[in-house]
């Protein structure tokens, strides 16, 4: 996430601003990585979906960007990361990278709202249960059936019958042996 912020800040002030030194770039990279890496761990859940909306709109621009212009932006911005000299980029490529701000708050709305309401990135579970479909069934069998599953039941009714069918059984065997 914290590539990704950088990535973007770099594409906007690369107009502005001549970088002298490659350092430059790699350091504030690595420096708001881990910035953000450190806050992913405390801010899980949001953070978690913001990244991941964030990573599903670069994927989305750089899919259009393929099939548009055959990476154009791509290498624009890889030669910023580097300090390379690089051309002025067509004002289409802008309207391409205005893709991915767009669908990150696309991504974010839709995750908020539908996809993470119930999850806790946290691994503790939550005090109230959801249970969607097949899991009220089973949820609800193992309610009704509290001495195990179907098959420990049945095998528990035969073994209390067993004693008089053995006996019966073992008749008929010495019956024939004789």
Partial sequence: MGFLICLALFMAISPLVDIPSKWIPFGILLGLGLVCALLILKFQKSLAIASTAMFGGVLISIAVDFYIEKFLL????????????????CWFSWIILAIWPLFFVVGSIVQFRLTARYVDHKGKDDKKEHFYGSEKAIKRYRNMNKSGDVVTTSWLRNKRKEPEEERQDQLIEDTTNV
């Fill in 74 to 89: 791509l290498t624009y911005a890889w030669k910023r990361i580097t300090v390379e000299s690089e051309g002025e980029s």
